[in-house]
């Protein structure tokens, strides 16, 4: 199994690679791609053995090469369609987040509960009945949902995607939601990064 | 040292210590305690052991006594104040975001350079021009910068912010931004959560 570490580090390089093939590097060693990811060149050698030799001996890595490779890891070289369940102001914000569509990552549309925000529209994105939600599912070839309600509405909306057919489910709601086996579900909580470094500010501090 | 993994899942227990207490539950068992905050009970063990002796033999854990423990190790015993550059769709929602104050987390100010977003207020948060940054961090006694500006831009921001005295800088633009050796940076980049998830979808769907 690949550590969780090494697959968090990985859109990292990702990053940087397509910064590199923008300014038309074709070769990279590793000390560079290494210190423009903000890793050590060992521990970069490490998470790329993980999937195999890439590294020409000598002269680097082919940029090219490296990058299709780690968008085959990332399960991105294919388009992945999500909904967005919560238009509020978090909700928007993702919704019409233009560094999701770099990496083939489409918002096909917005629910919300208030009537007041279904009919409207965040920059091309509709906002939708949540009634609507499991028909626009399953019309519409969607295979994420992102969960951006309050906390008491997280896990009726996550019974709701997985009943609409959802196998993947990105949850911001600062909850634990119980899915079935088959549903795999990503937490993100915001409010960790900033306790994290809280933490490493006091222990500076004292 | 604690590692990483450690801090990070403090402010779940944080999270789910709370509610037990709001629902007045003065004792709680490890197992219970782990289950509730989604990981194994030697886990918990093992994380609450770097910070010493806790559990009452047999009985569990105190909760109002663990919960005091974990707002001293991750450094909220403390206020924090925060202001944001970047009064754009990500930076207003986190602005007005409640979760924050909960763990003495205060937004002071939003920074922006666009005219059109100077002298607004975002909830109660005032957004002011970013010339007058230095000077607010000196006033109000502002520990925290968060950068919500595009990535072009977060350099010079993060430079402008160091100069203005903080020591902690929360920062959302993908990329890496060079500080000096007394200043913590905390990186959040939103698309790895996204791209953690499409890449253990794509595993499960071949
Ligand atoms: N704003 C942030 O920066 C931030 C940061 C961290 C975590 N979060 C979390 O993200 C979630 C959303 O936060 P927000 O600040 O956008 O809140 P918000 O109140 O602005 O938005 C919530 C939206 O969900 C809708 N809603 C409520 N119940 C619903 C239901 N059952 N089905 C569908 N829609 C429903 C509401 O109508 C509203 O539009 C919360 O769980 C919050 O804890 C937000
Ligand atoms: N919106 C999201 O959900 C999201 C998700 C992940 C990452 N991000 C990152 O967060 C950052 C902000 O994203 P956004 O969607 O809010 O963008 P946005 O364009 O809505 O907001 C950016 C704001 O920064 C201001 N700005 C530009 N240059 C500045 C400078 N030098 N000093 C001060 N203010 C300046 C702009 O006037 C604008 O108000 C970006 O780096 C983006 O990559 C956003």
Redesign the pocket.
Known sequence: VIPRATISRLPVYFRVLMELSHMEVSLVSSDELAARSGVSSSQLRKDLSYFGEFGIRGAGYDVGFLLQKIREILGIHREWRLVI???????TALARYSGFAQHGLEVAAL????PG?QGKMTGKIPVLP?EDLTGFVQEHDIQIGVI????Q??Q??ADLMVRAGLKGIWN???VRIEVPDDVIVQYE???VGLLTLSHHLSRRMR
């Open positions: 369940a919560g238009a509020g102001k978090l909700g629910f919300d509960i208030d925000k949540m951006t309600v309050p906390a509405a997280a009726g909306v911001f709601a600062p909580d915001l409010v």
